[in-house]
């Protein structure tokens, strides 16, 4: 029985300039030590065949992976992070100062308690699960290094425990932080998706 098998590296983009955002999406360029964080994280799992990356500020930074390790680099704005409308341009000290009570209720309850003007959580479940689709049925059998925002890593990641949206903040994902994903074609069952490991830097 012939089985395909993917893994994917989901690399959380590192801390970035000039701070803490709650949002990543912004195209904030990287700290020093964000920089370190996730070349030190990569260098525990290359090589891979290709790396993916979202469009929302994080291209430059894939670019120079990509470059570091001489693999052919794809941007799919698939991958991009939510939007969270009003909450996109603040620092996560900020919020918690201004709307400290909506914080606490978008945490403990993601699905209803939304920002003003942001995108859904479901909207963005299902744009992220059609390029993660996309990109396992282009590259089936590959080793590929996903570089993306928290959101993004968190939806697939719970997408692959069985979680549901309202649970998309009962784990951790730090900067740099690592979760690498086997995917597996079964010709009877289909895609079967398994968490191996979860790693990261605080």
Same mark, same amino acid.
């Given at each position: 029985?012939?089985?395909?098998?993917?893994?994917?590296?989901?690399?959380?983009?590192?801390?970035?300039?000039?701070?803490?955002?709650?949002?990543?999406?912004?195209?904030?360029?990287?700290?020093?030590?964000?920089?370190?964080h996730?070349?030190?994280?990569?260098?525990?799992?290359?090589?891979?065949?290709?790396?993916?990356?979202?469009?929302?500020?994080?291209?430059?930074?894939?670019?120079?992976? &990509?470059?570091?390790?001489?693999? %052919? +680099?794809?941007?799919?704005?698939? *991958?991009?992070?939510?939007?969270? !409308? #009003?909450?996109?341009?603040?620092?996560?000290?900020?919020?918690?100062?201004?709307?400290?009570?909506?914080?606490?209720a978008?945490?403990?309850?993601?699905?209803?308690?939304?920002?003003?003007?942001?995108?859904?959580?479901?909207?963005?479940?299902?744009?992220?699960?059609?390029?993660w689709?996309?990109?396992?049925?282009?590259?089936?059998?590959?080793?590929?290094?996903?570089?993306?925002?928290?959101?993004?890593?968190?939806?697939?990641? &719970?997408?692959?425990?069985?979680? %549901? +949206?309202?649970?998309?903040?009962? *784990?951790?994902?730090?900067?740099? !932080? #690592?979760?690498?994903?086997?995917?597996?074609?079964?010709?009877?069952?289909?895609?079967?998706?398994?968490?191996?490991f979860?790693?990261?830097?605080?």
């Amino acid at each position: 029985m012939i089985v395909d098998q993917t893994i994917v590296d989901i690399l959380r983009y590192g801390r970035a300039v000039p701070g803490h955002r709650f949002a990543d999406s912004l195209n904030d360029p990287l700290k020093a030590i964000g920089w370190r964080h996730m070349r030190g994280a990569s260098r525990t799992v290359a090589p891979w065949n290709r790396v993916v990356s979202s469009s929302d500020g994080i291209s430059e930074t894939a670019e120079r992976l &990509a470059r570091e390790y001489r693999l %052919p +680099l794809v941007v799919d704005d698939g *991958f991009d992070e939510i939007d969270l !409308g #009003l909450w996109s341009e603040l620092e996560i000290e900020e919020l918690m100062a201004l709307d400290d009570q909506r914080l606490t209720a978008f945490q403990t309850a993601p699905v209803t308690a939304l920002p003003p003007g942001a995108e859904t959580l479901p909207d963005f479940q299902t744009r992220i699960l059609t390029a993660w689709q996309r990109m396992l049925a282009e590259y089936n059998g590959e080793h590929l290094l996903l570089l993306c925002h928290g959101g993004v890593q968190r939806v697939l990641v &719970a997408n692959a425990l069985g979680r %549901p +949206l309202e649970q998309l903040f009962a *784990f951790q994902t730090p900067y740099a !932080g #690592l979760s690498r994903l086997n995917v597996v074609d079964m010709p009877e069952s289909g895609l079967t998706t398994q968490l191996l490991f979860q790693s990261g830097v605080h």
